[in-house]
């Protein structure tokens, strides 16, 4: 008989592995309605399954822990019971043996702390107030609550035009959106717990490509009230768009000679061509807004008269300053900012990097368009430089990988150190330090350090640098508006604090973020000076939606946007992405499990038809 054998899975652990998989999807797509106190108490009672039993903190403390969070639950607990959870998890997390232990604990503090007055109300009146309004996990998750289900009913019914009305309800960019948008609400589509989530940004498209020109929604009676928008990028058209709509006179004053922020003078043109940009910019100006560009508030303009002349401001400027390295020799020709190089080409400033070789420091979306776009000025050798891990950064993964597939090179662990400049003046190499990966810091990213090892030449003609971006924010601190490390301090409406009639939102409160969050501080925007300026408006969209359809949904593939294949991307700046045909916009559009009809939208509302 022999001593060994070769293993293989048996039925068991064949099951138990789908068992975990399963129990992963429905983790990752836990929409933000579910009960944070529930939610804890579950998670709980899984890592207590999974510790090994020999230290009494993990055996007996975790399930003295849980049976505490039960008692909230059936109301049987009183307020201190809330105070000895925080004690005894802390002592678990002090005095566990393992890790497991300590992360079981060290979750019920943060929850504690995180969602206290869940814990409260649980206690007090029997409820959870977390998920009142949260009942489709994907409108939830976008930032401007766009009726997702609702226009992906009315793409599988052929209601393209339909679909676009629905979407500009939330978001007067739909075009824009279905080009570039970060797609948020795909990241908790509940259809993640069946094979993968809906890809609901590439049926948004298919809807955009396949619908006319619309009018714009008639306007509602004219107010008489004056409101100036400074800035045209997304956040400032949104805020337009929707003022305009509620019968207010709209003026935006643009720096730039175009409209479109960064969504003009940031995005290339192959993820995003000045067309799809100039619809939706077209269709908003239908509305009546006033445009002035070429005007820069603190030069043209003050920012005191603008407030004596309308009766409310709101600031949208974008983020479109550059942040030093503060390295040796970043004073060397050659050496350029990714929002410089990227606004260059937006306004027809187009270099040429023919037989160059470019580093590019940064690890986010705007260092990802600048190395893809100089491979595509001619450049010889694109090196992207990062400080951490290729999965630390924060550009989208399908935009690195895109990026790896064109022929660009990720050099991650290296932190500049220093620019060398050869005799003429110009970039001769970037000196980077290697770096090594330690503990977690506070934003939840494993934090680099310098590692014992010498430093790495890398022979370059071009530095771009792409570390990030801030406001110029001078000429409003005059009129009293505070900052904070460069950015505007305003409150969760928009409002500015201690100032008059003056609102803020977008890049220039949050700093440097997505389209589709700019777009919904433009919405906020819009309502609140609605508000403030004495009125309550209304935006509502009169599409019926399809009835849910009463079938079954098996497991399906989900259909990705495939790039087009090009033998060579320099000189190309031709849209990359191809669209969905008819047939996969219908298969995909029917995997979606209509959670506004089924689930929590039935007994939650389903939708909001108007805000």
């Known amino acids: 008989m022999s001593r060994l054998a070769i293993e293989t899975p048996g039925q068991t652990q064949t099951v ?3 068992l975990y998989r399963d129990m992963g999807r429905r983790i990752s797509a836990s929409q933000p309605g579910l009960c944070p106190v529930d939610m804890s108490l579950n998670f709980l009672r899984l890592c207590h399954a999974q510790t090994c ?3 009494v903190p993990c055996r007996i403390g975790l399930g003295q822990l849980a049976v505490l969070i039960e008692q909230v639950l059936d109301r049987t607990a009183t307020l201190e019971t809330i105070d000895l959870i925080e004690r005894t998890a802390r002592v678990i997390a002090d005095s566990a043996d393992c890790a497991i232990g300590f992360e079981a604990a ?8 995180g969602f206290r007055e869940d814990y409260e109300e649980h206690i007090l009146h029997g409820r959870c107030i977390c998920g ?3 009942p489709v996990p994907c409108v939830s998750t976008c930032p401007a609550h766009v009726d997702i289900p609702g226009y992906v009913a009315l793409v599988r019914e052929g209601r393209y035009e339909d679909a676009v009305r629905l979407i500009r309800k939330d978001n007067p960019f739909p075009a824009v959106c279905a080009y570039v948008c970060e797609h948020p609400c795909e990241a908790q589509c509940r259809r993640r717990m069946v094979d993968d989530s809906v890809n609901i940004c590439g049926l948004k498209r298919y809807a955009v490509d396949h619908s006319p020109d619309l009018s714009a929604p008639s306007r509602a009676a004219d107010t008489g009230k004056r409101v100036a928008v400074i800035g045209g990028g997304p956040g400032g058209l949104t805020a337009a768009y929707y003022l305009s709509l509620m019968g207010h006179k709209v003026t935006v004053y643009e720096q730039r000679p175009k409209l479109g922020g960064m969504l003009r003078y940031g995005i290339p043109d192959y993820r995003l061509p000045q067309d799809v940009l100039d619809r939706d910019i077209t269709h908003i100006l239908s509305t009546g807004i006033t445009v002035r560009t070429g005007v820069s508030i603190g030069l043209d303009m003050d920012m005191e008269e603008l407030q004596k002349r309308y ?12 942040k030093k390295l503060g390295l040796g020799g970043e004073e060397a020709e050659n050496v350029v900012s990714a929002v410089e190089l990227l606004r260059n080409i937006g306004e027809g400033r187009v270099p040429d990097f023919t037989g160059k070789r470019v580093c590019v420091i940064g690890g986010g979306n705007v260092s990802m368009d600048a190395t893809r776009t100089a491979l595509r000025l001619g450049a010889q050798q694109v090196t992207c430089v990062y400080r951490r891990r290729v999965e630390d950064m924060t550009a989208l993964a399908e935009e690195i990988e895109e990026a790896m597939a064109e022929g660009c090179q990720i050099l991650p662990l290296q932190a500049p150190a220093r620019i060398e400049a050869g005799p003429d003046g110009k970039v001769a190499a970037l000196w980077t330090r290697p770096q090594l990966i330690t503990s977690y810091g506070k934003d939840g990213r494993p934090r680099p350090v310098d590692a014992d090892q010498k ?19 001078q000429p409003f601190e005059a009129v009293g508006v505070t900052t904070r490390r460069g950015a505007i301090q305003a409150d969760l409406t928009s409002s500015v604090p201690g100032v008059d009639n003056v609102f803020a939102g977008g890049d220039a409160v949050s700093g440097p973020a997505t389209v589709i969050r700019a777009v919904a501080a433009g919405k906020v925007a819009a309502a609140n000076i609605d508000n403030f300026l004495g009125f309550d408006h209304k935006m509502h969209c009169e599409v019926d939606i399809p009835p849910a359809h009463l079938t079954n949904t098996p497991p399906c593939g989900r259909v990705n946007l495939k790039n087009r294949h090009l033998n060579d991307y320099r000189g190309s ?21 209509r959670c506004d009809h089924f689930g929590y939208g039935i007994f939650k509302g389903g939708r909001s038809r108007e805000w």
């Open 132 to 134: 009142l309004s949260h």
């Open 573 to 593: 700046f031709e849209l990359l992405k191809e669209g969905m045909s008819c047939e996969e916009a219908t298969q995909e559009a029917s995997r979606c499990l």
């Open 53 to 55: 039993g020999k230290c």
């Open 16 to 18: 138990l592995s789908g």
């Open 455 to 473: 430093e790495f030449r890398i022979p370059c003609d071009y530095v771009i640098v792409a570390i990030g971006q801030a406001i110029v924010a």
């Open 106 to 113: 060290n979750m019920v503090l943060l929850g504690i702390r």
């Open 311 to 322: 009766d409310a401001v709101y600031i949208a400027i974008g983020a479109h300053t550059d």
